[in-house]
């Protein structure tokens, strides 16, 4: 058998027609690219959390419920007993084990653009991936097309980014209450960005028993951790941990994170900063008439160049030492867009440089 035969006698048809997720090589640059918290932890914190570590035993099996950390997330959260929490590596690991339960016909639905974990995991089982533009003026909820697409294909889940990535606004509220009403199915509100947001649909769980809430700790401030916890009714959890693989959560995150998590008023203090920089350069970008920056509820900013020029833009901040993200190949409404994390009064200083020369650069073409 060749090479060639061998592939498409093993995998499946749907995994051969993917692209892998690819991660921009961000050596020697400014990283804002990938919506990470710029900031270290205080000098004293990390000493403490070093001494914690040299108790690690790393001989031994982690803690397969990672109960402490669960408890510790369960008081932080202050969710009532009756809700359980579902521990991944990362949210990705969550999406992945949600999709992982449904039957094989199963369709899943989304906005879009969206986070694009949903539609790549739903391509990899091989599931009826459903994608429903956003309006075009304000990336708000189209509802009457969601609503619609709900009642034709019937989804076993739905992921309605909180938040939304790349877009960085939150949706109408009461649209989202509607489509929760609307879904025969488990409709997941993903709230990485919840830090940046002051807004949650944690106190609604009471209400719908198809809510689930998915966070995560990456956006915090410890996105090397890879912890990201979905919360929901008790008999929904149990399902999915039959099929999460044992031991999912390392030693080293179970302790590090429940320490970080123990000591969170210095993520909330690098939270506030990081809101104070948005709106510095949120002005900063609309204070070009080229440029339209749209408002942002997340610690990123999406902005769209002069039509045809972001590329062109993407490439010569880059060639300045500072990296963003290009989304203008994601097309829609994405079309000539750029997205740019919000970093250290430093960084932004630098990134609002770089794109200053680029678009003088376009100017003298």
Same mark, same amino acid.
């Given at each position: ?8 006698h093993? @995998? ?8 892998a997720?690819?991660? +921009?090589d ?7 690219d990938?919506?990470?918290? *710029? ?9 403490q ?5 040299k ?15 669960v408890?510790?997330?369960?008081q932080?959260? %202050?969710l ?5 929490i ?8 969550i ?5 992982? +339960?449904? *039957? ?8 879009? *653009?969206g @986070?694009v974990m949903y ?25 009457? !097309? ?7 294909? #019937?989804?076993r /889940? ?8 790349p ?6 509220? +009461? ?8 879904? #025969?199915g488990?409709? /997941?509100?993903?709230? !990485?960005?919840a *830090?940046?947001?002051?807004a ?6 009471n ?7 998915? #966070?995560? /700790? ?14 929901g009714? !008790?008999?929904?959890?149990? #399902? ?10 390392n030693s080293?995150?179970?302790l ?8 969170k ?6 939270? %506030? ?10 002005k900063?970008?609309?204070?070009y008439?080229?440029?339209? !920056? ?5 610690n ?13 833009i ?17 097309? $829609? ?6 997205r740019?994390?919000? $970093? ?8 609002l ?8 650069e376009?100017? %003298?073409?």
């Amino acid at each position: 058998m060749t090479q060639s035969n061998l592939i498409t006698h093993v @995998f499946r048809k749907e995994v051969l027609a993917m692209s892998a997720y690819k991660v +921009a090589d961000a050596t020697g640059l400014i990283k804002l690219d990938a919506m990470e918290n *710029p900031y270290r932890w205080p000098e004293a914190i990390k000493a403490q959390w070093l001494e914690l570590l040299k108790e690690c035993q790393l001989n031994r099996y982690p803690d397969a419920e990672a109960k402490a950390l669960v408890e510790t997330l369960k008081q932080l959260i %202050q969710l009532p007993d009756y809700f359980e929490i579902l521990l991944g590596n990362g949210s990705d690991e969550i999406i992945q084990l949600l999709l992982m +339960a449904l *039957p094989e016909d199963s369709a899943v639905l989304a906005p879009a *653009p969206g @986070f694009v974990m949903y539609k790549q995991i739903s391509d990899s089982l091989g599931l009826k991936y459903i994608a429903v533009p956003l309006l075009t003026e304000d990336f708000e909820l189209d509802l009457p !097309a969601m609503l619609r697409a709900i009642k034709q294909y #019937q989804p076993r /889940v739905i992921f309605l980014a909180y938040p939304n990535n790349p877009t960085a606004n939150l949706f109408n509220e +009461a649209a989202i209450v509607e489509i929760i009403k609307a879904a #025969q199915g488990l409709v /997941v509100i993903d709230e !990485a960005y919840a *830090p940046f947001a002051g807004a949650s649909f944690i106190d609604q769980l009471n209400h719908y028993d198809n809510l689930l809430v998915m #966070q995560t /700790v990456s956006k915090l401030g410890l996105a090397g951790l890879r912890l990201g916890y979905l919360m929901g009714r !008790a008999d929904v959890i149990k #399902q999915l941990n039959k099929i999460r693989l044992p031991y999912n959560i390392n030693s080293l995150t179970q302790l590090s994170a429940e320490f970080a998590l123990s000591n969170k008023f210095f993520f909330d203090e690098q939270t %506030q900063a990081i809101c104070a920089e948005r709106a510095i350069v949120l002005k900063a970008l609309n204070s070009y008439e080229e440029i339209i !920056a749209y408002p942002s509820a997340a610690n990123f900013i999406l902005f769209k160049t002069p039509p045809g020029k972001a590329t062109d833009i993407f490439l010569s901040i880059k060639n300045q030492g500072v990296l963003i993200k290009n989304m203008t190949s994601q097309g $829609g409404v994405l079309t000539d867009c750029l997205r740019v994390t919000i $970093g250290t009064p430093e960084e932004n200083k630098a990134f609002l440089k770089t794109l200053h020369n680029s678009l003088k650069e376009l100017q %003298q073409i």
